[in-house]
């Protein structure tokens, strides 16, 4: 009979609540805490931990803090612990900077609700989602590896990006849609004690486009402040789109209005959807020299490529200072990794798995 797997969260609100009652639904062991004791009870009452503190030989600890809190906690955890430390928070380059620890592996799951605390935690919350992670020149292949293993077990697609990157890639497609949404939610709401009518008319899209302002407001503060320059950078271009298309529609321009809704509806039509079949995926074998960051650096590459890797793998080989990276990523997209490789000094092989 093999061990019980166990595992610390340190912060058991709605992301880390998640990550404990899939966990124990994978038969670890979850051992939570949290600096308001309500809800390391709550989340104890529901069964997202099964215990409370901070078990020292866990093989992993999820800190889940707000991102202001997420640099002393992953301290904590990594002189608390002797297994590995992955976080969630939405913004990753301070954290990434602050430890150079080989068995922290930053991360960020794109999931949410918009219900807050550990009462709107799922086990099912991550499947289907993608989580980045953003390991660092510090941090170990073996310890990626296993974090990559364990998220994806949990059901989340896993993408690796540098941490500034991902932190450029967030703000344009988390942080400032959720300002935006926030706003124009303001704006309806002030426009509507003088038009009462106006939320009652508020259905279908602007629905659908203000959703996420139901986001709890309490993480937002340290979201901008921790990615502020590049939350800035994607504010201003959507300013300059917004004045552009005032202009157009002040000046009756039809022709430029149709064809920025025409440009827009295209990307939209065309944002790519998760899921693939076996029969069109390819196995990249990439030799790699025996030393700390391989893994990493590939992985990155292909995220940085926008190449999906649906598996991976290390064989290490029984003598020598190398071994072969085993990645599996859509038929479609293996040249482009391929050739990127190569650029890199990589000599890489492709098998189809069909």
């Given at each position: 009979?093999?061990a019980?797997?166990?595992?610390?969260?340190?912060?058991?609100?709605?992301?880390?609540?998640s990550?404990g009652?899939?966990?124990?639904?994978?038969?670890?062991?979850?051992?939570?805490?949290?600096?308001?004791?309500?809800?390391?009870?709550?989340?104890?009452?529901?069964?997202a931990?099964?215990?409370?503190?901070?078990?020292?030989?866990?093989?992993?600890?999820?800190?889940?803090?707000?991102?202001?809190?997420?640099?002393?906690?992953?301290?904590?955890?990594?002189?608390?612990?002797?297994?590995?430390?992955?976080?969630?928070?939405?913004?990753?380059?301070?954290v990434?900077?602050?430890?150079?620890?080989?068995?922290?592996?930053?991360?960020?799951?794109?999931?949410?609700?918009?219900?807050a605390?550990?009462?709107?935690?799922?086990?099912?919350m991550?499947?289907?989602?993608?989580?980045?992670?953003?390991?660092?020149e510090?941090?170990?292949d073996?310890?990626?590896?296993?974090?990559?293993?364990?998220?994806?077990?949990?059901?989340?697609?896993?993408v690796?990006?540098?941490?500034?990157?991902?932190?450029?890639?967030?703000?344009?497609?988390?942080?400032?849609?959720?300002?935006?949404?926030?706003?124009?939610?303001?704006?309806?709401?002030?426009?509507?004690?003088?038009?009462?009518?106006?939320?009652?008319?508020?259905?279908?899209?602007?629905?659908d486009?203000?959703?996420?302002?139901?986001?709890?407001?309490?993480?937002w503060p340290?979201i901008?402040?921790?990615?502020?320059?590049?939350?800035?950078s994607?504010?201003?271009?959507?300013?300059?789109?917004?004045?552009?298309?005032r202009?157009?529609?002040?000046?009756?321009?039809?022709?430029?209005l149709?064809?920025?809704?025409?440009?827009a509806?295209?990307?939209?039509?065309?944002?790519p959807?998760?899921?693939?079949?076996?029969?069109?995926?390819?196995?990249?074998?990439?030799?790699?020299?025996?030393?700390?960051?391989?893994?990493?650096?590939?992985?990155?590459l292909a995220?940085?490529?926008?190449?999906?890797?649906?598996?991976?793998?290390?064989?290490?080989?029984?003598?020598?200072?190398?071994?072969?990276?085993i990645?599996?990523?859509?038929?479609?997209?293996?040249?482009?990794?391929?050739?990127?490789?190569v650029a890199?000094?990589?000599?890489?092989?492709?098998?189809?798995?069909?």
């Amino acid at each position: 009979m093999s061990a019980i797997r166990r595992a610390n969260i340190i912060g058991t609100g709605l992301i880390g609540g998640s990550v404990g009652l899939a966990l124990r639904e994978r038969s670890w062991h979850v051992t939570g805490s949290d600096h308001r004791e309500t809800a390391t009870a709550e989340a104890l009452e529901l069964g997202a931990i099964d215990a409370v503190g901070v078990d020292p030989e866990a093989e992993i600890t999820f800190v889940a803090t707000p991102v202001g809190e997420a640099g002393d906690a992953v301290t904590l955890a990594l002189e608390a612990t002797t297994g590995l430390v992955t976080d969630v928070g939405s913004v990753k380059s301070r954290v990434a900077r602050l430890h150079d620890d080989p068995r922290f592996v930053p991360g960020h799951p794109m999931a949410g609700s918009e219900q807050a605390g550990v009462g709107g935690a799922s086990d099912t919350m991550f499947f289907g989602a993608v989580w980045v992670l953003t390991p660092t020149e510090t941090t170990s292949d073996d310890a990626f590896a296993r974090v990559r293993a364990i998220v994806s077990d949990l059901g989340a697609e896993v993408v690796s990006l540098t941490p500034e990157h991902h932190d450029e890639l967030v703000a344009m497609v988390s942080h400032v849609p959720h300002l935006t949404a926030a706003a124009l939610m303001r704006l309806a709401s002030e426009r509507a004690i003088e038009q009462r009518a106006m939320l009652r008319l508020a259905a279908g899209g602007f629905r659908d486009m203000t959703r996420i302002a139901a986001g709890h407001p309490g993480i937002w503060p340290d979201i901008c402040a921790e990615n502020r320059t590049a939350i800035v950078s994607v504010l201003d271009d959507l300013i300059a789109s917004l004045t552009d298309v005032r202009r157009q529609v002040d000046g009756r321009d039809g022709a430029a209005l149709a064809k920025g809704l025409a440009d827009a509806r295209e990307a939209r039509v065309h944002l790519p959807t998760r899921g693939v079949r076996p029969e069109v995926l390819t196995e990249v074998r990439v030799p790699i020299p025996d030393k700390q960051g391989e893994l990493a650096r590939v992985a990155t590459l292909a995220g940085e490529l926008d190449v999906n890797v649906y598996d991976i793998e290390i064989a290490h080989t029984s003598e020598g200072d190398r071994g072969v990276l085993i990645l599996v990523v859509e038929t479609e997209y293996a040249e482009r990794l391929l050739g990127a490789l190569v650029a890199t000094g990589y000599r890489p092989r492709l098998r189809p798995l069909s």
